[in-house]
């Protein structure tokens, strides 16, 4: 590989690093939300736990992310399951765990939460870190690992913040079912163009 080789490499990964900090905000947001209810000593594996699956997920998904922009109806679909991620959501924000009437979060519950939120949110992230990584593997899969690992960060501050001040969560439900409804609606025209 010569040196213009890596160098236009760099700029590649650069490129998709910077993609995937721009769409990996709101996805930062839901991890926070979705360990604010655990208990202090099961946050971090919950973030662990959830984001290292989501990566997994994401790679996968970066692998053949050229061949999903052909299914029509995925983004739909992925619209419609944030919908439900964001009622739950609601549903813990408005009983919050410390009341007798709902038990607390649990490890595995945070976790699924995490990953069905972020494989909903992922499809754009996913779709521009395929395009700009120009069909090379190793850039794809290192930019998306490099982007979770700065969303797994940013969700451990926001989660802090949720527990102190709890309108955060509010405002965070709003950007997560802005988004999920932008999806649906994307998706939706995109369903009824191709009929």
């Known amino acids: 590989m010569t040196s213009m ?3 236009t490499d760099l700029v590649t990964l650069a490129q998709v690093v910077m993609i995937d900090i721009a769409l990996a905000g709101d996805n930062a947001v839901v991890v926070g939300m979705a360990v604010a209810g655990l ?16 990566t997994l997920i994401r790679v996968g998904l970066g692998a053949i ?19 439900w991620v964001c009622w739950r ?4 924000l408005r009983h919050p765990h410390h009341t007798r009437e ?9 976790v699924l939460q995490i990953l069905l939120a972020d494989v909903s949110m992922s499809l754009d992230n996913v779709l521009a ?16 690992v490099l982007s979770v690992a700065l969303m797994g960060l940013a969700a451990d501050l926001v989660a802090r913040l949720l527990e102190r001040y709890r ?29």
């Open 5 to 7: 080789d890596w160098t």
């Open 39 to 54: 208990p202090p000593k099961q946050k971090r594996p919950a973030i662990l736990a959830g984001i290292g699956a989501a």
């Open 65 to 83: 992310a050229l061949k999903l922009l052909a299914i029509i109806g995925l983004l739909l679909a992925g619209g419609l399951l944030l919908l």
């Open 89 to 92: 959501m609601y549903r813990e």
């Open 102 to 110: 709902r038990k607390a979060k649990t490890l595995r519950e945070a």
């Open 129 to 144: 870190v395929a395009g700009a990584a120009h069909d090379r593997f190793w850039i794809l899969a290192t930019g998306l």
């Open 167 to 195: 309108w955060i969560a509010w405002v965070g439900l709003g950007i997560v079912l802005y988004v999920a409804i932008s999806m649906i609606w994307h998706g939706g025209h995109e369903v009824a163009a191709a009929m």
